[in-house]
């Protein structure tokens, strides 16, 4: 019941964070969209592409869930408690970047960066997109893109545990995103303008706070649990 209330928290971070999804990978998106020539269905190039996303999301929640397990086996049991805090933490960093004050995400988004520079130079050398594995490719390198959002849900992730789990949050997560991603190829324009206003960058901010506030709550209820036991 605590990995399906994970994996809705996370679907729902990537549905409220809308607004700032688009503003970080609708120029993705659109690049994605824009050579009709290739002779990859439009539908089908989409579908390759956010596979290729969802997947770096997986690969990136399996990782840290199976690293926070091993030193879990190999040090203290108090690791597992440390990595859900932190995850809160990342959590309530996401809310306070969408009402405005990204003061908490920006040293993990600088970091990010590092690895982002040469998935750009790869990103480069896959346009024009010609092949279904060109577009599965562009995907999985689209994941690496520096976002708070992403690594407050892989935080979440971390917290698992379990490998499988972390995988399965990011899955969640990924597919959260996805509206507003499709949304952005079809009516980007309008949706970009109306998505940056403050106001829905705010109810964004408000469904993560309580995402948080719901996560605090379950860690709550086993931290309690066990010790009755």
């Known amino acids: 019941m605590t990995l399906a209330l994970i994996m809705l928290s996370a679907f729902w971070v990537g549905l409220a964070g809308a607004g700032h999804c688009l503003s970080m990978c609708s120029g993705f998106s659109g690049m994605a969209a824009t050579d009709l020539s290739t002779g990859i269905p439009r539908w089908q190039n989409f579908a390759l592409v956010q596979l290729g996303r969802i997947s770096s999301y997986l690969l990136v929640g399996a990782v840290l869930a199976a690293g926070l397990q091993w030193l879990e086996l190999s040090t203290s049991d108090s ?8 995850a809160l933490f990342m959590l309530l960093g996401l809310a306070l970047y969408l009402f405005g004050f990204p003061q908490l995400l920006l040293p993990f988004e600088k970091l990010g960066g590092w690895i982002w520079r040469p ?13 279904p594995s060109q577009a599965f490719a562009f995907g999985l390198l689209w994941g690496w893109l520096p976002c708070g959002m992403v690594y407050a849900v892989a935080a979440l992730a971390l917290s698992t545990g379990v490998p499988y789990q972390g995988a399965l949050v990011m899955v969640a997560f990924g597919i959260g995103t996805l509206p507003a991603i499709y949304s952005s190829q079809a009516i980007l324009g309008y949706l970009t303008q109306q998505v940056r206003q403050s106001m829905v960058r705010k109810i964004g901010g408000c469904a993560v706070l309580l995402v948080a ?17």
């Open 119 to 131: 998935c750009q130079r790869l990103i480069n050398g896959l346009f024009p997109i010609q092949r």
């Open 213 to 229: 506030i719901l996560n605090w709550y379950i860690h709550s209820l086993s931290q309690n649990t066990a010790h009755f036991h």
């Open 79 to 86: 690791l597992l408690v440390v990595g859900h805090y932190f």
